[in-house]
């Protein structure tokens, strides 16, 4: 969160901050050290890591699967191009192709950089092609991939490939995508590198991130729960990975287990509290909102779908059958609620503004948000901020009862000012334009907290400095 970053200290204080800030760093780093130095001998010496990832145990089991799936020895049955169905359905529940594309006319052949705290990341191909994707790959290695985060090689793969979570998919599951994945056009070409900073780029270290953050294993069903809510479970910690986005994340940034679904900032973008608390999750939302939000990205009076949950509605939930999004939602349900401390729902702020003569003012002032936002925002959501078109898809929302209005922080309001809504679904194309390269940081602050004192939550507010942070974050 990029709240109160400009708090005025005295000097004092600050230089006592820097100092401890210092001595903290230089005992992270030591600690650092001495746990690489472990892990350095822990690899060398330690009991049977080396043997485990040659020999996982998943395997035996693949080989034998592979036989059964992959390849000329099946003829072209039914069942095969049912399985290849299947396949692609699960590789859009685990929206592969949203991080594993750089260029829509190169789909699955990666180069999309994925920005971490370490460096920058970029995606592999995972088309068929023997020389740059995946093509030489066996089962049983992409298995390895899928369920234990090792690549071809034996080397570790690093998390921003969600393997934490794909490891709870089931062996049919994943041979399923496989067999999806084997009939693309394969593609020739190969990525460029990452560009980590050095310790990151040593990919032995990824041990010691499993270590604390990774636990490998299937999805295992309560037999105490009813089907639908164990499938919607398997999806939702599996596939759809809902938790990389939607948990906050520990130092080492692997994801907080004691604070699941509470809600997490990523890239400017604060993929909101969904557990089921009343107030700072989606608790007061029905069933049919839930549905609705995951299938179009529009809950009317309530949420829309911009940046990064966007993708994840267009490339992903879209597609997802009635029973999975139902059992989704049963899931979510039983998720047990965390407060933020919020006092109301994000959803229940906001009164439409009553006169425009007051939005009119004698002189224009470049950064007055109330003329502003008439000038630059009232043609699609009405001076009053209600929206034109109600709940048809594709409308221009109302600004009041909208989660990115009356969030407790401004940061969606200022990046959807910033970079706009782009959705392609079924029933519409939406589209907001961008206003990033129209108005200033000080334009963009002004509309953010003229919207949220009018429309949201009043205590939202943003400076030039924080969305000056924000625009270089997409
Ligand atoms: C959130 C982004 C993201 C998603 C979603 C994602 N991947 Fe990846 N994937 C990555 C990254 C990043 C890497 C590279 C990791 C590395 O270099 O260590 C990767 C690596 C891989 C690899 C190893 C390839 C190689 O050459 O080493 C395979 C296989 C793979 N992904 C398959 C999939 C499949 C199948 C899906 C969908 C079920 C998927 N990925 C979804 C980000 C993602
Ligand atoms: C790539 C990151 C990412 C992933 C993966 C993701 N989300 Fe989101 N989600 C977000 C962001 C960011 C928002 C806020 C969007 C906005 O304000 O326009 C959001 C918003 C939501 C909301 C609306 C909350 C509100 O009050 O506005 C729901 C519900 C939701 N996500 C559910 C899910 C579910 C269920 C999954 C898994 C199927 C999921 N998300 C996966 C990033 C993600
Ligand atoms: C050309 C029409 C148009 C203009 C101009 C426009 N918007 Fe939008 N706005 C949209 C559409 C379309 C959506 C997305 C509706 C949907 O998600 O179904 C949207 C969505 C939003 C959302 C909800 C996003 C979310 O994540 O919940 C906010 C907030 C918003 N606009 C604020 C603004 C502000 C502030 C301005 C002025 C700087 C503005 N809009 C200008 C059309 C417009």
Redesign the pocket.
């Known amino acids: 969160m990029t709240k109160n970053t400009s708090r005025a200290q005295p000097l004092d204080a600050r230089a006592r901050n820097a100092r401890r800030r210092h001595l903290r760093v230089a005992m992270l780093a030591a600690i650092f050290s001495l746990f690489a130095l472990y892990i350095a001998w822990y690899e060398a010496h330690g009991p049977s890591t080396q043997r485990n990832d040659e020999l996982p145990i998943t395997q035996a089991r693949a080989d034998d699967a592979s036989h059964a799936v992959n390849g000329a020895a099946l003829p072209a049955t039914s069942v095969g191009s049912d399985l290849v169905k299947r396949g692609e359905y699960l590789a859009r529940v685990g929206d592969c192709v949203a991080c594993h594309t750089a260029d829509k006319a190169r789909p699955f052949a990666g180069g999309l950089p994925i920005n971490t705290p370490f460096g920058t990341i970029v995606t592999p191909n995972i088309t068929p092609d023997p020389d740059t994707g995946i093509g030489q790959w066996s089962d049983a290695d992409f298995l390895r991939a899928m369920h234990e985060g090792i690549g071809k090689g034996g080397e570790r793969l690093y998390p921003a490939f969600p393997y934490a979570e794909y490891t709870k998919v089931t062996d049919q599951d994943v041979l399923a995508i496989r067999a999806y994945l084997n009939t693309l056009t394969p593609i020739h070409y190969a990525p460029p590198g990452n560009s980590l900073n050095f310790p990151f780029n040593q990919r032995w270290l990824m041990v010691f991130w499993n270590l604390f953050n990774f636990t490998e294993g299937r999805f295992v069903p309560d037999p105490k729960q009813s089907a639908e809510l164990n499938r919607g479970a398997y999806l939702v910690q599996g596939l759809a990975h809902c938790e990389e986005c939607h948990t906050p994340r520990n130092f080492t940034q692997g994801l907080k287990s004691s604070a699941r679904f509470s809600g997490a900032v990523q890239a400017g973008w604060h993929a909101y509290n969904i557990t089921s608390d009343k107030n700072s999750g989606v608790g007061n939302w029905s069933d049919d909102e839930l549905v609705s939000y995951l299938s179009?990205?529009?809950a009317p009076g309530r949420?829309?779908?911009?940046?990064p949950?966007?993708e994840v509605v267009t490339d992903s939930t879209q597609y997802l059958t009635r029973e999975d999004l139902r059992s989704i939602v049963a899931y979510l349900r039983a998720v047990p609620p965390i407060s933020g401390g919020e006092s109301r729902p994000r959803d229940q702020w906001g009164n439409p503004a009553d006169d425009v003569t007051a939005l009119r003012g004698t002189a224009v002032h470049a950064v007055n948000g109330a003329q502003?936002?008439v000038a630059?925002?009232a043609?699609?959501?009405g001076w009053t901020g209600q929206g034109v078109g109600a709940s048809a898809?594709?409308?221009?929302?109302s600004?009041i009862h909208?989660?990115?209005?009356g969030a407790s922080d401004a940061n969606?309001?200022a990046m959807?000012?910033l970079y706009?809504?782009t959705?392609t679904t079924k029933q519409?194309d939406?589209?907001?334009?961008a206003?990033a390269n129209q108005?200033t940081d000080d334009q963009?602050a002004a509309?953010?907290n003229y919207?949220t004192k009018q429309f949201g939550n009043p205590q939202s507010t943003v400076t030039a400095d924080q969305v000056g942070i924000l625009r270089t974050q997409q």
């Open positions: 179009t990205g529009a949420a829309n779908a911009a940046g949950m966007a502003l936002f630059n925002c043609s699609c959501h898809p594709g409308a221009y929302p600004l909208n989660s990115a209005a969606n309001l959807v000012i706009g809504v959705r519409a939406v589209l907001m334009p206003f108005l963009v509309i953010t919207v």
